[in-house]
């Protein structure tokens, strides 16, 4: 990639959010050249106070450049761009990059879901997805929170469809040097479709918070979800695979004064966002059952939960986790 860019890799984080925010601090700390994109309250503290990270290992806050939008930027092929919004604005992102004249970048979906990198092959040649298991939490303009100990998270990465090539190897060398686990995958989409059965109970978590019995229905969601694959003839990481890659790469740990929160589902409704992931998560699992003639009660009802919750500004855990059952039942 070096070689063949004429110099050093760029990196641009667009959405600095919890994941966004860590990948591009811990970068920027190992002397990388980093650009966030950010917008609205968070880009104006990020501008002018930096970036305030809080890990186990210590605060510090990070000068990071950073800009509104894409079109600040002038492009080149020496790029990576990694997409870490959430799978509802990446469209309007794929669209920005476009009119900034990014057509030569390479474009890393470090998102949630499956569909992120359809919808960027569509605009990017060079479209490359990457699994994220990073524990980190964006509630604050200008802070984000990350509570892992070791390695800071586990972010494989590798072509789409598939295979691996020189950028992939200078990303993941990068992010390993700046303490992550990050392998090159050629079949890196079979953990992708693992995660997305972990993340199948994000809205499920922001509902009911995970009260007694809720673990219940998130049995059913997996359930149904692997259902759906098996339908649809899906390669999917297998549960033995995933708790190999996981073991032993960090540790979840509390930060004093700063309690754990929910997933990313659970900090859009806590932030009142207005919009949710839900149609890219259960959402993706309706969509394989309609496709497919796999029933998808329980998916179905968490992403409709999950939009009535952000379209009302209900709090989290306004769902009881009976009142769920029933709406499941009444779907089956």
């Not at 990948?23 to 917008?39: K, S, T």
């Amino acid at each position: 990639l070096l070689a063949r860019c004429g110099g050093t890799v760029r990196f641009i984080v667009y959405g600095a959010g919890g994941v966004g925010g860590t990948i591009g601090a811990r970068l920027h700390q190992q002397g990388n050249e980093v650009v966030l994109i950010a917008r609205g309250e968070h880009a104006r503290v990020l501008q002018q106070r930096g970036l305030q990270l809080v890990a186990p290992d210590g605060t510090a806050v990070l000068q990071l450049p950073v800009v509104t939008r894409p079109e600040a930027l002038e492009f080149s092929s020496r790029d990576v761009v990694l997409l870490c919004m959430k799978s509802q604005h990446t469209v309007a992102a794929l669209e920005d990059l476009e009119r900034a004249g990014a057509a030569n970048a390479a474009l890393v979906c470090a998102q949630n879901g499956v569909a992120n990198e359809r919808m960027a092959l569509r605009r990017f040649a060079r479209t490359y997805g990457m699994l994220v298991n990073l524990p980190a939490v964006h509630l604050a303009p200008g802070e984000v929170l990350t509570h892992a100990r070791g390695r800071g998270g586990i972010l494989d990465a590798g072509c789409f469809p598939g295979g691996v090539d020189e950028t992939v190897v200078a990303l993941t060398d990068a992010l390993e040097g700046a303490g992550f686990s990050a392998q090159p995958d050629p079949v890196v989409m079979r953990k992708k479709y693992a995660k997305l059965l972990m993340n199948l109970g994000n809205a499920l978590q922001a509902a009911t918070e995970m009260a007694e019995g809720a673990t219940q229905i998130a049995r059913q969601l997996r359930a149904e979800g692997l259902a759906c694959y098996r339908a649809a003839g899906i390669d999917c990481a297998s549960a033995e695979e995933t708790r190999s890659r996981h073991e032993g790469v960090y540790e979840l740990v509390e930060l004093p004064g700063r309690p754990r929160g929910g997933g990313s589902s659970w900090q859009s409704v806590v932030r009142g966002t207005g919009n949710i992931e839900s149609d890219y998560l259960n959402g993706e699992i309706v969509l394989l059952g309609r496709m497919h003639g796999v029933p998808t009660p329980a998916n179905l009802v968490c992403q409709q939960l999950a939009w009535k919750m952000v379209s009302e500004g209900l709090p989290v855990g306004h769902f009881s986790v009976a009142a769920v059952k029933q709406l499941i039942g009444a779907a089956t």
